[in-house]
């Protein structure tokens, strides 16, 4: 799909992610629906979009906003009707939260609020809003994972269990649509300069030597998976390769992760 032709229902678009996102699509003319938690970010972002544009940011039909708790199974149902009677034809599912440490840290309800984000939230607005979906000529379903739903590292194991399982989801879900009007699709973005992760998961990046990709990148693919219409997009050398050989023989990779394993040791202060 063209992105012109694109009315995107955007979660988490006041995110680092979710503002390069909903700017590259306006950019190219796609219609977007920005959804969060804060009334006032949201409003915010929609007249610096139609601003960028030159539209007016009082026309719905082109940009509009809507709050919503995505934990809330009553928010949901309000959120697809309304992108519904909009006349959504994408749904991205960009928002979630993160989750850093060893398993032994993290608490348990940090660990209750991940799996509702990450994973039980997009699959309970996309069960909403297919039967719409089904009704485009096209559509789509776009979920914004991580290369950690590839690929475990030590430190991200409840984190990584989100992003499999939404993988997961768009994979099966890929294959029970096929033939359908609706194609569902994966973006697996690396590590990101956004304020997303904390001070310690930081200093584990740079430990690592991981490279930190901007945004704007992570946009460009997006776009870029919108219009190729393919399965799966991921960002950044090497991990394209790694997850690829991750899911030949994951046990190989094992050992490459010691450095991994030492970061998470704590620290001499």
């Not at 950690?148 to 768009?170: C, E, H, I, V, W």
Request: charged share 20%; aromatic share 6%; net charge positive.
């Amino acid at each position: 799909m063209k992105a012109g032709e694109a009315r995107v229902l955007l979660t988490g678009a006041a995110g680092g992610i979710g503002r390069a996102v909903a700017a590259r699509l306006v950019r190219s003319g796609a219609s977007v629906m920005l959804v969060g938690r804060s009334a006032a970010r949201l409003a915010s972002l929609a007249r610096e979009l139609a601003a960028s544009v030159g539209a007016d940011p009082t026309d719905e039909k082109r940009l509009a906003w809507r709050v919503a708790d995505l934990t809330d199974p009553k928010a949901l149902a309000q959120l697809a009707g309304d992108a519904a009677q909009w006349h959504c034809n994408v749904l991205v599912h960009g928002a979630g939260v993160p989750a850093f440490g060893p398993i032994a840290e993290l608490e348990a309800a940090h660990l209750n609020t991940l799996v509702a984000t990450n994973l039980i939230a997009p699959i309970l607005l996309t069960q909403a809003l297919l039967p719409h979906l089904r009704t485009r000529t096209k559509a789509q379903v776009i979920c914004i994972g991580s290369a950690l739903g590839r690929l475990g590292l030590p430190g991200f194991a409840a984190y990584s269990a989100t992003k499999f399982g939404l993988r997961g989801f768009a994979e099966a879900l890929r294959r029970e649509l096929a033939g359908t009007p609706v194609r569902v699709q994966y973006l697996g973005p690396r590590s990101t300069q956004t304020n997303f992760n904390d001070a310690r998961a930081e200093a584990y990046a740079r430990d690592t030597g991981a490279t930190l990709d901007t945004p704007e990148r992570v946009a460009d693919a997006l776009l870029a998976l919108l219009e190729s219409e393919r399965a799966e997009r991921y960002v950044g050398f090497p991990e394209v390769i790694a997850v690829r050989l991750n899911g030949l023989a994951s046990s190989w990779l094992d050992g490459a992760f010691r450095k991994h394993r030492d970061s998470l040791q704590p620290r001499n202060r």
